[in-house]
């Protein structure tokens, strides 16, 4: 491994480390919560590898101070942490639930307290379930709810919060959620994916316009999943399909944001999405955000697929194809987040770009109390080679978050991925910093 210092990176370079509520709260019922779309989802049988739930997860709801001593003794300066809506608003509209808000200020009031800067995405997959009911993503009047939530974040938490991030990956959770339904709410078809796509991009927009009228001076992101797409071979057939990925991976929500519309050229079946519309909706796809929140894991080899409907194409999945992967199954690849910052700082209309999650799962194991992960240690170095690479090369990153800073409930996988910079004993709650935790926590110190 090449030699790498923080200082290489600039003063001015934001270090941090990424979560999710839902990943990590637990706390599922506690103190006036309503239900979300991962509480119902996970109570059903046969969704979430071994029939993991979240109810208790990481206990972070009680364990909150603890947590961020030790974001705090890993030298990292930034904590990004999402909202649980049916926290703040068990029903998703209406009445505030005062202990949740409560909750979420002393979280702060905490980082702050201990000089760590949070980091807040508002909407990161846990839909309150009250509104899942009246149609969720698929229903046009969740722009309002969105809406009406954010301005409930930006009222309650917006004088101490300088850094926000409207959505996390929307191509996850409506891919995953309303297309193949293997995410919460588990629906399936283009009937359910191409509305609540139309209805994430209005609603991202309305939300960060809502933010930036209430909180005129703070820092309005959004986040995007993104792969490097390859093609399995120089065959047009491939080729064709590798386009074809890309845009539906990589540029399906981004695009319309940056004010350049659905990529309906490459992807013809997202025509149906004008079935949505309604007049004004161009005008309102389009917002300047302040930064754009990039997450990276991997590169995605793509063929020709007769039999795969609307897109003709599939992923040449990395098992198969003899290199190293993660316990994701996910391949790694350290140059991928480098071409991923090379396509996304090609667009006029990015300001900024911060690497807002990047990281692997292990199959770690805790042994005299120690955890040994050399794998993660390397696999951190080696993508910020690559983002050191481009951002030598000019490229306007600003920021590295590792996803994650303890080991957490990996959505349908359960706590089967282990993706933290700390174990977590799932039985005891005890935390132990891994070698990579301790490894960043030099890093961040050079
Ligand atoms: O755990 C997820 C996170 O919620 C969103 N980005 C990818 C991570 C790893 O799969």
């Not at 068990?90 to 905490?110: L, R, S, W």
């Not at 949070?118 to 698929?138: C, F, N, R, S």
């Not at 959004?222 to 990589?250: G, M, P, Q, W, Y």
Request: aromatic share 14%; charged share 20%; glycine share 8%.
């Amino acid at each position: 491994m090449d030699y790498l210092k923080k200082s290489f990176f600039g003063d001015d370079f934001e270090w941090g480390v990424s979560t999710a509520a839902f990943q990590i709260e637990g706390a599922y019922n506690a103190d006036g919560k309503g239900e979300s779309i991962w509480d119902a989802f996970t109570a059903k049988k046969g969704k979430i590898l071994n029939g993991h739930r979240a109810d208790v997860a990481c206990d972070f709801y009680n364990n909150y101070k603890s947590d961020i001593d030790l974001v705090k003794q890993l030298n990292i300066p930034n904590f990004r942490f999402s909202i649980s809506w049916s926290r703040i608003l068990p029903n998703g509209t209406g009445d505030i639930n005062q202990p949740g808000i409560d909750y979420y200020n002393q979280v702060i009031d905490y980082c702050i307290a201990q000089g760590i800067e949070p980091w807040v995405t508002i909407y990161h997959w846990d839909l309150p379930q009250a509104l899942e009911v009246k149609g969720g993503w698929t229903n046009r009047d969740i722009i309002e709810w969105f809406t009406e939530y954010t301005a409930v974040c930006a009222k309650y938490f917006g004088h101490k919060v300088k850094y926000w991030m409207i959505m996390n990956e929307p191509s996850v959770f409506s891919g995953a959620g309303y297309f193949f339904g293997i995410h919460a709410p588990g629906r399936t078809g283009m009937k359910n994916f191409l509305p609540a796509i139309h209805h994430i991009v209005l609603s991202m927009v309305a939300g960060a316009k809502k933010l930036r009228s209430l909180l005129p001076d703070v820092e309005i992101g959004t986040t995007f999943s993104c792969s490097h797409i390859e093609s399995r071979s120089n065959n047009k057939r491939d080729i064709k399909a590798a386009r074809v990925a890309d845009a539906l991976v990589n540029r399906l929500f981004i695009e319309p944001v940056l004010g350049l519309g659905y990529p309906v050229s490459d992807i013809p079946v997202l025509k149906g999405l004008e079935k949505y519309y309604q007049p004004g909706d161009e005008q309102n796809m389009h917002f300047d955000f302040d930064f754009i929140g990039l997450q990276n894991y991997t590169r995605e080899i793509v063929k020709y697929s007769l039999f795969t409907p609307y897109i003709n194409a599939s992923l040449v999945k990395a098992t198969n194809r003899n290199v190293p992967t993660t316990a994701m199954g996910w391949e790694i690849y350290p140059p991928a987040i480098y071409h991923i910052l090379k396509k996304f700082d090609a667009y006029p209309q990015i300001r900024k770009i911060l690497i807002t999650e990047n990281g692997a799962a292990f199959p770690d194991q805790l042994i005299n109390d120690k955890v040994d992960d050399p794998k993660r240690a390397e696999y951190l170095q080696s993508h910020l080679q690559q983002v050191l690479k481009a951002k030598q090369e000019g490229c306007k990153v600003s920021g590295y978050f590792v996803w994650t800073l303890t080991d957490n409930f990996e959505w349908a996988e359960g706590y089967h991925p282990r993706f933290g910079l700390i174990y977590v004993d799932f039985n005891t709650q005890k935390r132990t910093i891994k070698s990579s935790g301790y490894w960043y926590a030099n890093f961040l110190k050079s």
